[in-house]
């Protein structure tokens, strides 16, 4: 069946309309998908030799900081903080440095609904990097899982036992041992080393997840225990620290898709009408 070339015509540009109406839902329905739910992110200075800094956390495209952490010394780790799923970056500025200098390190980290991470400055000042660290909140059934970060310079390798349960092996400084699950309970971890030792009594309740983290102190080694989480599956422990920081935008104006599904339909008419004004050519028979 063939339509009139005026029918045929109205028809493309209302196909044309259509579409431009379609993009905005399309674009919406992306964009909630991308940012729906909410994750959890620390942030830490496990590097000995390298002096206090001021850590940065900046959602993606937004120059705005969302969290600030000042004067962060070595051994300092961050209570979680719960922010968007979504991109961020982390930079890491000399401590008192102004906002708008460049940051002496700075990496990128997608947080996933769900899930927790910690950000460290890790390793020698001369080879500091930002590791991501994806930090597990389930545990076997009855169970506890624990792993060992590596922060002592001064004892370069370090061997971790939980009880007589050996967390790391020959762990070497600026490393992460997997996480190794354990029966609950209270138990001496020992960490031994070429040149000291240091024991700490633990507690680990079934369900939760803990991080040893060995540090260098006054007096030789130390090992501090964080939680990861306080039950099997539970989200993580939470602090309000009352960091500076900008609140999460809400979608984008949609205004600008108005403005240009209006021009497509005003576009549309507008040679609807032309074509009924132009003649039509006569043909002879």
């Known amino acids: ?45 496990l590097s000995p030799n390298t002096p206090a800094v001021d850590v940065y956390l900046y959602s993606f495209g937004n120059s705005n900081a969302k969290i600030v952490l000042r004067h962060v010394a070595y051994g300092t780790v961050s209570g979680y903080e719960t922010v968007a799923a979504g991109d961020y970056s982390v930079a890491m500025r000399a401590a ?10 700075s990496t990128g980290v997608t947080i996933t609904a769900d899930h927790a991470y910690t950000v460290a400055g890790m390793g020698p000042e001369s ?14 059934s009855g169970m506890a899982l624990v792993r060992v970060i590596q922060a002592s310079l001064k004892e370069q390798v370090v061997k971790v ?13 600026a490393n992460v041992s997997p996480y190794t699950p354990v029966s609950p309970g209270t138990q001496t971890v020992a960490v031994t080393a070429s040149g000291a030792h240091a024991n700490s009594s633990v507690t680990l309740a079934a369900g939760t ?21 306080a ?18 935008h809400g979608p984008a104006s949609p205004l600008p898709w108005v403005a240009l599904i209006a021009s497509g339909l005003l576009l549309a008419l507008t040679g609807v009408l ?12």
């Open 209 to 229: 997840v803990h991080t040893l983290v060995v540090l260098d102190s006054a007096s030789g080694l130390e090992v501090v225990n964080l939680e990861d989480a």
């Open 1 to 45: 069946m063939k339509f009139p070339r005026v029918t045929r015509r109205l028809l493309m540009l209302m196909a044309a309309s259509g579409l431009l109406l379609s993009i905005p839902a399309a674009t919406t329905a992306f964009a909630s998908s991308a940012t729906t739910g909410t994750g959890w992110i620390r942030l830490a200075h």
């Open 161 to 173: 036992a939980y009880g007589s349960t050996v967390l790391a092996n020959s762990l070497s400084f």
């Open 127 to 140: 080879g500091l990097r930002l590791a991501v660290l994806d930090d597990d909140l389930t545990t076997p």
């Open 231 to 248: 039950g099997s599956g539970k989200p993580p422990t939470v602090v309000h620290t009352g960091f500076g920081g900008t609140a999460p």
């Open 96 to 105: 008192g440095a102004s906002a708008s200098s460049s940051p002496v390190l």
């Open 274 to 285: 032309s074509m009924r004004r132009r003649p039509q050519p006569r043909h002879g028979f």
